[in-house]
DNA sequence: CCTCAACTTCAACTCAACTTGACGTCGAGG
DNA sequence: CCTCGACGTCAAGTTGAGTTGAAGTTGAGG
């Protein structure tokens, strides 16, 4: 097995030196010393720091990723079966995003035929259920208003 | 015209007063001031604030939701044509959004029917085109990699 | 008139996912 | 042996969308 310089798996995986440490940190990813301290990433670091970049566009966080990943082994090839849970898994997270984000485009769509200004029984201002979800951060208020918005003026 | 305190259209429009305060300071809502210093909000600004909500789960940042709404009067009900403009360009969001989606999905699908554990040639791995935009913040690194996973272990 | 919840401002904190900078060390080529 | 770029750590900064807290003011009900 050869080893790979931070610089190299950043150089062939397009992610900053800066964002492998912090992988690390995270654990995502796992490196060996050399005797002068530098890391030196296994091969199979490259198919890792893909998947990491593939699931975060399927809109998974790094921990949730570090959870998905942590069945993987570190340093060599995964198995179909490994491979298979997680892309099913993935999969089934595409296909839920799509799915709400559809419903949503429907509604709107509605709207728009119906002309109703007022909004008071327009399903996308009363949403209902969590078609939240997009986009991560300070999102956690977004979807758990329980209030609607009645009576409009 | 009867105003409405903060509390009150927090309780209405699901979203705090914290927020709500937040979103004045951005230009996204409107209010006068009693003699106290009090804020008094217009009806309409539960409609505004729904739109925000709205547009927030369709992926837009506060700021664009700013310049959007900018078109919209504060103190009265939007015409017509307002709303159609607002809610055509929310739905071709909201279109090109699903296409992304459905694409990056129908390529793991592919992957998953290949059972191609290499990687090398699996286009979810090299992405070439900007299927990002997914979450907000630091994602800006996300999508501008040009080097490719080549040659895995 | 008093009280107390609801309001005010302002600064500081949160979170995720990193980046940037400072400052110091490693190691391959000449 | 020297140099210079690539590496190391650690602390601090960034962005978006707010929240939280402190400290003080307002205003409706009793």
Known sequence: MDWLTIGEVARRSGVATSALRFYETKGLIASQRTDGNQRRYPRAT???????????????????????????????????????????????????????????????TDCIGCGCLSLTSCAIFNPGDAASRLGTGPRYLLGDSRDSVAADS
């Open 46 to 108: 490259l198919r890792r720091v893909a998947l990491i970049r593939a699931g975060q566009e399927v809109g998974l966080s790094l921990s949730e990723l570090a959870e998905a990943l942590q069945h993987l082994p570190h340093d060599k090839t995964p198995t179909r079966i490994d491979w298979e849970r997680l892309s099913q898994a993935w999969r089934s997270r595409l296909d839920s995003q799509i799915a709400e984000l559809v419903a949503l485009r429907d509604e709107l």
